[in-house]
């Protein structure tokens, strides 16, 4: 299978090429050509499967010119023995409809590791299958989440070199301290003064400029993209969501076809649009509920089909959603457009020169029967973490939190009883003072005096690997202007 480019129909090129470039030279994001189906019988089968198995499966429908066993290599390398639980993706029941799925087991405790850890295993083999020999250099951009979990994921991968851009006062103190005491000789990190958006602004447009494209050939290296426009982000995040149903049917939870809800907290709209291709895909997904915090320029858009981030951008407790520009967007706009890339692409110019765009109606109503979108503030987010946890003990950090609320919200409005899988994405120890200002708590001293408190407060234990941060010196200090971050990848390439 081939995939094009979401603003030119004629770009085909295969998947390992994708990875490898990230992004295509026209802007445009890569999609799938066609979305591969699953049927009952499918389901069936990987309700009887483990994670890896399934992952597997879910890949080789989309990763074509892999082999069977490169992409086995790739799922057991990703999710054996790197999650604290064998499985990477389990479903906790929180209500008597609603299942937590819980995605943040992983090295750096956030749901990117699901599609993080397994990224530098598809890349550096689409490297070798492209045969180009380059030594990849990765941007990122990052609201927090992201940027240690491809880290983590790439520190040390030959052949590979990467270098990770945070808004200096746009993540929390624990999702700090773990990008700047990174270890690894391939390695950097740069906060630069902006917010998320400048970030992931400045990254596009470098990966896009010829000249330093050229400039880095000259080097024998090529830019590639760990950020979710890089379609290995995305497919590896389609597993849970099939994985989720097909689990629900082995615990009879679900009857067979029966359809199953899925709220996700969004930024980037990468998550959730997973969701959208598992539905697709044909798991029986009802309503896809899209959850934003105070920047709801999401929940306007499905709710009126104008997209416009002509807006105050708000510093929130759910930083990895403190998102205007959602670049996965572009992905959806050209599927429901059935391939109108000539379309999409007047849609993201005026975005790019007016900061808006408005869908037409045939697109407006085919989002609006798909999604349901609403949003919650911090107050209404720490109340949601306060019900949930005095309900039956369930703790759940900020992203979560806002997602609770709006699914709650969601059954007021609708009595929509449907069981409903809630993508939980981040542990709450990486946002303690929130979320211990959440259930009734002072919340003073460092982070890893709110760390404990939190533990006292709520019985949880702390994840080893934010325990295991305690003491360690930063090693990246480096803060740069927005329009100054190509200097940066100068620097550390020694351009
Ligand atoms: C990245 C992130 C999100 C948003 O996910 P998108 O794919 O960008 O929509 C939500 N919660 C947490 C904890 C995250 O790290």
Redo the contacts with the bound molecule.
């Keep these: 299978m081939n995939y094009k480019s979401t603003r030119d129909n004629t770009v085909s090129v295969s998947s390992a090429q994708a990875i490898a470039q990230g992004i295509s030279t026209d802007g445009g994001l890569f999609i799938p050509e066609t979305i591969p189906a699953l049927t009952m019988a499918d389901l069936q089968e990987i309700a009887g499967m483990n994670y890896v198995d399934a992952a597997q499966k879910v890949l080789g429908y989309f990763l074509t010119d892999y082999t069977a066993e490169e992409i086995a290599d790739c799922a057991k390398g990703a999710y054996i023995g790197t999650f604290d639980d064998d499985q990477p993706a389990p479903l906790a029941k929180i209500g008597d409809k609603a299942y937590s799925l819980e995605l943040?087991h992983g090295p750096t405790c956030?749901?990117?590791d699901l599609a993080l850890q397994i990224l530098p295993y598809l890349l550096t083999k689409a490297a070798k299958k492209t045969a180009d020999g380059e030594t990849k250099v990765i941007l990122v951009a990052t609201?927090?989440?992201?940027g240690k979990a491809a880290l983590e994921g790439f520190a040390d991968v030959e052949g590979v070199k990467i270098l990770v851009f945070y808004p200096s006062d746009g993540v929390s103190a624990m999702q700090k301290l773990q990008m700047t005491t990174q270890k690894g000789n391939n390695v950097g990190v740069c906060a630069i003064h902006g917010n998320f958006d400048d970030a992931q602004t400045g990254v596009k447009q470098i990966f896009t400029d010829k000249e330093k494209a050229a400039a880095l050939k000259v080097g024998n290296m090529a830019f590639s993209s760990a950020n979710?426009i890089n379609w290995g982000r995305l497919v590896p995040?389609i597993i849970y969501y099939i994985y989720s149903y097909a689990t629900l049917l082995r615990e009879g939870v679900l009857n067979q076809g029966e359809i199953m809800n899925v709220v996700?907290?969004?930024?980037?709209?990468?998550?959730?649009?997973a969701a959208y291709y598992a539905k697709q895909m044909g798991v029986p997904v009802g309503k896809l509920i899209c959850a934003s915090n105070q920047n709801n320029i999401l929940t306007d858009f499905i709710r009126t089909g104008t997209y416009d981030r002509n807006r105050d951008f708000y510093t929130t407790l759910?930083p990895?959603?403190d998102?205007l520009i959602?670049s996965?967007l572009e992905r959806l706009l050209y599927h429901l457009t059935d391939g109108n890339a000539a379309q999409v692409k007047v849609w993201m110019e005026e975005l790019s020169a007016t900061g808006k765009y408005t869908v037409d109606e045939t697109t407006r109503q085919k989002i609006a029967d798909l999604f349901y979108g609403g949003c919650a503030d911090d107050t209404k987010t720490k109340a949601a973490i306060a019900r949930q946890f005095a309900k039956n003990g369930y703790l759940a950090?900020p992203?979560?939190g806002v997602a609770l609320d709006v699914y709650e919200t969601y059954v007021a409005e609708t009595g929509d009883d449907t069981v409903t899988v809630i993508a939980s994405?981040?542990s709450p120890f990486?946002f303690s003072k929130g979320v211990l200002e959440a259930v009734g708590e002072a919340a003073d001293g460092d982070e890893f005096a709110l760390c404990e408190a939190l533990s006292a407060r709520t019985g949880y234990a702390i994840p080893k690997s934010i325990a295991a941060l305690k003491g360690a010196t930063p090693r990246f200090t480096d803060i740069c202007e927005k329009q100054d971050m190509w200097q940066q990848v100068e620097k550390m390439l020694g351009l």
């Design positions: 943040w956030a749901f990117k609201s927090g989440d992201t979710s995040q996700v907290p969004t930024g980037n709209f990468g998550n959730i649009l759910s990895s959603m998102i959602s996965n950090d992203h979560t994405t981040a990486k």
